[in-house]
């Protein structure tokens, strides 16, 4: 009987991995990729980005630690390891949740490890165990407040999701402030932006598109002009700590607020160029062109626009 006890808890932790990379299949599978060329494709991406990264900036290890732990602290989520205490005894819920830490980190570690900055990928790891004893309520019992109306729940959400991201900006800011490093203020910047977008890759029910009895273009127009007035007030910080202390630069920096506008009305419009389902992966690669080639945009933006309309109108009637 002891021996069947073990058996079962061995073969059941197989099943749950078995079953977690299963469910990431089935999702590179629906976005429209062979999990293998998915696989790849986010290598490539990794790689890329992180070699960009410690190209630009003298503080890309301790970004890219606040990075590493923000993927790591996703696995923390209350309702899913409530679930999985439900499933497993705590010997093998804390196993799991070690496993799976150490897993997330691994890649970041290595890079780290390949940029010879061992102090910061040691210091990932040992951070990656010890989130395994805390889930994000036991962290934050309380709701986080948000600077936003309660109608923008793109907003509400992404940011109760991503407030350390957005403080840890503010953070780089004073610091390129300090080493008079304005492309490390830009990245800032651009990294607040970008988070913004991440915001809309959240689908709401369809009723919560209907309740707003608009026509497509006016709740097109609200939504966009909703993303700019709230990206607008998280980036402002940044935008006027650099303006005052690197005034030559303002039209550089302006420009670069003015693309994030318009990249953030891009993914805005990719949203429900397909509603209700998901952004699906043309249009990903269609942003991501638009990203290495911005006059893209003068075709991409109407693109989506007149796909949005066209879905609505199956809704806003």
């Known amino acids: 009987m002891i021996f069947g006890f073990f058996i079962f ?34 290598v490539l991406i990794y790689a890329g980005l992180s070699v960009y990264l410690f190209s ?12 590493a732990i923000s993927f790591v602290m996703k696995l923390s989520e209350t309702g899913r390891n409530g679930f999985m205490k439900t499933c497993f005894n705590a010997y093998d819920y804390y196993k799991i949740r070690m496993i799976e830490n150490l897993l997330m980190a691994l890649p970041f570690t290595f890079f780290l490890l390949f940029n010879l900055a061992f102090l910061t990928a040691a ?3 040992i951070i990656s165990g010890i989130l395994v004893i805390f889930n994000s309520k036991s962290a934050l019992n309380f709701a986080i407040p948000t600077p936003f109306l309660k109608r923008p729940f793109e907003f509400n959400i992404g940011f109760r999701n ?44 369809e009723f919560y598109v209907w309740i707003f009895s608009l026509s497509p273009n006016r709740f097109l127009i609200h939504k966009i002009q909703t993303a700019i007035l709230f990206s607008t007030l998280l ?71 007149l796909k949005s309309v066209q879905k609505l109108n199956e809704i806003l009637r």
Do not use: W
């Open 162 to 205: 991503t407030f350390y991201v957005i403080f840890f900006a503010y953070f780089i800011t004073v610091m390129a402030v300090i080493a008079g490093n304005f492309n490390l203020g830009i990245f800032t910047l651009i990294l607040i932006l970008f988070v913004c977008m991440t915001y809309y890759a959240e689908m709401e029910n």
């Open 235 to 305: 980036c402002l910080p940044v935008f006027t700590g650099l303006s005052v202390f690197f005034p030559g630069n303002i039209g550089v920096l302006a420009g670069f607020q003015c693309l994030g506008y318009l990249y953030l009305i891009t993914v805005v419009l990719a949203k429900y160029a397909d509603f209700p389902n998901k952004i699906n992966l043309p249009q990903v690669l269609v942003i991501a062109f638009s990203i290495s080639f911005p006059p893209l945009l003068i075709g991409v933006i109407p693109f989506f626009y």
């Open 9 to 42: 808890r061995k073969y059941s932790m197989k099943y749950y991995f078995s079953l977690q990379l299963r469910m990431l299949n089935r999702q590179l599978t629906d976005f429209g990729l062979h999990p293998v060329a998915g696989y790849f494709l986010l």
């Open 56 to 67: 630009k900036t003298e503080f890309a290890a301790y970004i890219y630690l606040v990075i």
């Open 123 to 125: 210091s990932l790891m």
